[in-house]
Structures are given as C-alpha cells and as structure tokens.
C-alpha cells in the first residue's frame, strides 16, 4: 500500500464486526484499516494455545474480509501495540485515526495514552444493548439500601426499554418475569439425546497463525491444540447460531444449571467466545432467536434472553461501575494460589478432574462448572482472588477482564464482600451431588466431614462458614447454613482436616 488513505480505523481484536461504531459506513475508498498483534501482549501469561489461536484467527480472518471488500490493511506484529500504531502513523500520516472505545480498562487506558501523541478520534463503543453510561445512569437510581443493584431489577428494565418478550399491556409474555424453577432441574435419570456440536476444518489461515504463534519467542501456552471446536469467521459463526437454535434453544432451560460428567455441553450455546470478540452482536442474537419464540417453551427462551440481555449486560455495566478498585476485591483475605489440580494435576476429586479436563481440551465449560466446581472451590480454600481471575482468564477462550471481573470476584468468589451478590456461593458435596452426577463414582463421600475419605467440598464448606462467622453470620441469607453449623459437635475435627485439605490442595496432593 503506497497511496495515502484520509482515514485510518484501528481494529481492536474484540471489535471484529463491520457494523459497529468504527466502521460503520466506512468507504473503502478513503479508509485505510489497521491491525496491531502485540508480542509482548502474548507474552504476556501463559495463555490457552486455542484462545490465542481463536483471537489471531479470527482477526487476520476479518482482516481478509475487508480486505476483499477493497479497503487496504495494514496488519502490524509489533512489540508492544502503542509501538504498531505510532509506526503506522508516522508511515501513513492519516487526516484522522479513528478507534473505538475499549471494552476494557487496560485498553482505555493506552487510548489515553496514546491520544497525547496522535489525533486519535475515540468514537463511543456500541457492542452492548446498554453501553457502560447508559448502565450508569440506570444504577444511579436503583442502588438499594445495602448499595448493592439486582440483575432482576436490570433485566426488567432491559425487556421493557427493548420490547424483548413484552406484550402489548407492557407485561411479560407468560405473565412472568422468571421461569427458574422449571430451569434448575438436576440432570436427568432418562436417558436424553443431547445434540451434536459443529467442527471447523483447519485451513490455510490456521496455518497462517500456528506459523505467527511458533515465530514469538517467549511464548508460553497451556492446553490441548484445537480440534476445531471454534469457528472464527461471521460466516462460521452465524452458522453455529442457527445450529443452537435448531438443535438446543428448545430445551436450554430445563438442565442448564446441571453438570454431566459425560456431555460437557448439554443445551448450552457456546456463543461467548465469538460475542466478546464483536464477531456477532447481541442484538442477532436476540433477533434470530425470537424469530423462533412460536416454537419454543417459553421457560428456554426467556432462560436464553435472560443470559443475554440480562446477565452479560449486567456484568458490562457493572463492570465499569464498580471502579478499577474492584480488581482488588480481596474480603477474606485469602491468599493461597489456584490449585495445580485446576492446572490439570492428578487429582481424586472427581468433578475437578473433569472440568480441569475440558478446559484444557476445550478452553471452556459452561456456567456452572466455572461457578460450583472452579470458583466454589476456590473460595472454600481461600485462593487469592486476583490469582483465580488471572489463571481463568488466560484459560479459557472467552476471557476478557470486563466479564471475569465480577463473575469470578463477585459472583463467584464473593471477594467484594457482596457487592455484586446478596452471599457467598459456596456450597459442601451435598449440593455438588445434586446438580452433577460426579460423586457417585468419587472416592470421595459427598456426606463426610472428616477422615480420609471426607469430600473436600465438604469439609471446606463447614470450615469456610466458621472462618468467617464474624463477616457473614449478621448476613440474614446465610441465617440456615449458620444454624446448621451451630449444630456441627465435630466442629474441631473438621477444623484440623480442613487444614490438612487446604494443604494438600496448595501442594497438588488430593
Ligand atoms: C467464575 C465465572 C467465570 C466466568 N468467566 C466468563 C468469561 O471469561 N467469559 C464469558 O463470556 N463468560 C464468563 N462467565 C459467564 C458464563 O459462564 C459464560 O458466559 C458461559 O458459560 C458461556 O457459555 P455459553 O456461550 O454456552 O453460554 P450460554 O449458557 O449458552 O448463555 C448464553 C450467553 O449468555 C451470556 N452469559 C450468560 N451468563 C453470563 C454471565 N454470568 N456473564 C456474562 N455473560 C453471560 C454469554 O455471552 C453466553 O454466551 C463466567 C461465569 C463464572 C461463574
């Protein structure tokens, strides 16, 4: 590319959709479009080979799309991204460099950065349904009395302001807002066809970035090659969006907080990945789903909306909300790093061995492994917070610090002390047992307390509630599990083999 172009669009890699606030009506004839891959950003942790993978791929794949459009592009390797733009702008001199805003803190800050030296046009960001400020002027009139907002009371207001699910009297279709009793059903006892999952073909752009990734020294990645598991092109992944609503909207509801050591994905959309790198917008999402709301029970479908207007909305909003303060959310004090059985040690516990499994295999699991096993286990044996968000973030393929942060510190964890939920989740084997069919062939016994043969869960649960008594007993929502503590006589038993646990755990010996 020689000639000069009046305008360049920096091209985040999660901003990879040509209708959204950067590129939106762009003219290939006066437009030129820039790519920066930072070493240093992967060099940065030891990050799951299929995330990078799926990141690079999917950017040099809407690179080439452009491209095929007409616009000329400028894809930089470069040390550091600051060093990628300044290098394009002292090359091309454009009138204007224009950028959308991150949905991250870390990205915001380099704009700010960057904007002393170049005449950086930030135009707002458009990703969401609700952007970070219309989510701010919603939070300031509905912080409740214990300064805490309810994703219910969002949700809502979300439904109501884009006529999602309401009928003409401004109600919920249904007449209701929640179905979650008919979605909380533990897996089932009948024998259930659970559909199939798509796979993409490797191509020449795989090879393409297997090539940009073993060209990085320095690079450290963990987890297993692809298998084909992620699509990454708009083509891809609209295909895998009508592949979910054909073959699993219709019973999303029912099983989607139950976990089956046999089917990794049940009923879920495993379309994360692909909305926070922008390839697919929210809005199709909810578009094409409710082109098919005559056919489907109304408990999946409003299950699904609830997700994705309501939950991953909410944890946007409040990501911002919150403050850069709550990456150091830390209420318990703990300090313990993740446990090498996450990391894929060996290990007894039978559910931790099989989500450590499919993250590794896949960089993902759905929901509630993230939530009862990963995030439960690490609060009940104190893993310091910030060491939980890092490790998961580099794990798995839909990380971004936006989402994780209140998920794995809020609510998983309870690390802000309940600013994003009302108490702790934490919950012994007895639950686990319930809602997964892992326990059964454990070595462990979800009922056991102490002795050797006591799940981890369970002695950790009764040994996390009396750690800390003092911060969670006024707690009204936890009054039960207090008073069934209150009547624990092998209090000081299960006090000494939580200690024994939490030690073996740090050493990657259970
Ligand atoms: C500890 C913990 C860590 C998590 N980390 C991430 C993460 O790094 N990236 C990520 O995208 N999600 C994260 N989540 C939320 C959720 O687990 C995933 O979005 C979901 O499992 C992705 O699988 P899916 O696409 O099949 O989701 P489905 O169950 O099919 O749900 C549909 C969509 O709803 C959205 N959604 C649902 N719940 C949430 C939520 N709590 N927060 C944000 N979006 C939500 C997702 O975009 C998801 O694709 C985390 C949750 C927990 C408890």
């Not at 950086?120 to 002027?137: I, K, M, N, T």
């Not at 981890?456 to 040994?463: A, E, G």
């Amino acid at each position: 590319m020689t000639s000069r172009s009046a305008r360049t669009v920096w091209v985040l890699g999660d901003q990879l959709h040509r209708d959204l606030n950067h590129l939106r009506g762009a003219d290939p004839a006066d437009t030129e479009v820039l790519f920066v891959v930072s070493r240093s950003k992967l060099r940065s942790a030891p990050w799951h080979r299929q995330r990078l993978h799926l990141i690079l791929s999917a950017m040099r794949r809407f690179a080439n799309e452009l491209e095929a459009e007409g616009f000329a592009v400028d894809w930089r390797v470069t040390e550091t991204m600051s060093e990628g733009v300044r290098a394009h702008f002292d090359e091309r001199r454009p009138d204007q460099l224009r950028v959308m805003e991150p949905m991250n803190r870390a990205g915001a800050a380099l704009l700010d950065r960057l904007s002393a030296e170049l005449p950086l046009d930030v135009v707002p960001g458009d990703q969401f349904l609700c952007s970070r400020h219309e989510f701010a002027d919603w939070a300031d009139g509905h912080v409740r009395r214990d300064g805490s907002l309810l994703m219910e009371d969002f949700y809502r207001w979300q439904r109501r302001r884009l006529n999602v699910l309401i009928d003409g009297d401004g109600e919920p279709v249904g007449g209701r807002w929640n179905f979650d009793d008919e979605n909380r059903l533990p897996p089932p006892k009948h024998e259930v066809q659970w559909p199939d999952v798509a796979f993409e073909i490797p191509d020449e752009v795989d090879e393409w970035v297997d090539e940009l990734l073993s060209s990085v020294e320095g690079l450290r990645c963990v987890g297993a090659p692809s298998k084909g598991l992620w699509a990454a092109d708009r083509a891809g992944v609209l295909k895998r969006l009508d592949h979910f609503i054909d073959t699993s909207l219709a019973g999303f509801g029912p099983y989607e907080d139950a976990i089956i050591a046999e089917e990794r994905f049940l009923n879920h959309s495993i379309l994360s990945p692909y909305l926070n790198l922008g390839l697919i917008h929210p809005k199709e999402v909810v578009a094409r789903v409710l082109e098919r709301a005559g056919d489907v029970p109304l408990n999946s479908l409003e299950g699904f909306i609830r997700q994705i207007i309501g939950w991953r909305e909410f944890v946007y909003g409040l990501y911002w909300w919150f403050g850069e303060d709550y990456l150091d959310s830390n209420v318990f004090d703990d300090d313990a790093p993740v446990p090498p059985s996450f990391l894929g040690e060996p290990t007894d516990m039978n559910c931790v061995a099989h989500v450590a499994r499919w993250v590794d295999e896949d960089g993902w699991t759905h929901h509630i492994p993230r939530l009862m096993v990963l995030a439960n286990l690490a609060t009940l044996a104190g893993v310091r917070p910030h060491s939980m968000l890092r490790w998961m973030w580099a794990s798995f393929v839909d990380g971004a610090e936006w989402v994780m942060a209140p998920n794995i510190l809020g609510m998983g964890m309870y690390a802000d002390g309940g600013r994003m939920s009302t108490k702790p989740y934490v919950s012994g084997g007895n639950y686990l047992s319930k809602m997964t069919n892992f326990c059964g062939s454990c070595v462990f016994d979800k009922k056991e307390r102490v002795g050797e043969h006591a799940c981890p869960f369970t002695t950790l649960y009764w040994d996390f509630l009396d750690r800390n008594r003092e911060s969670l007993r006024p707690n009204h929502r936890m009054a039960r599990m207090y008073a069934n503590l209150d009547r624990l006589a092998d209090l000081d038993e299960v006090r000494a083999r939580a200690v024994e646990v939490r030690q073996r755990l740090r050493a990657g010996t259970l």
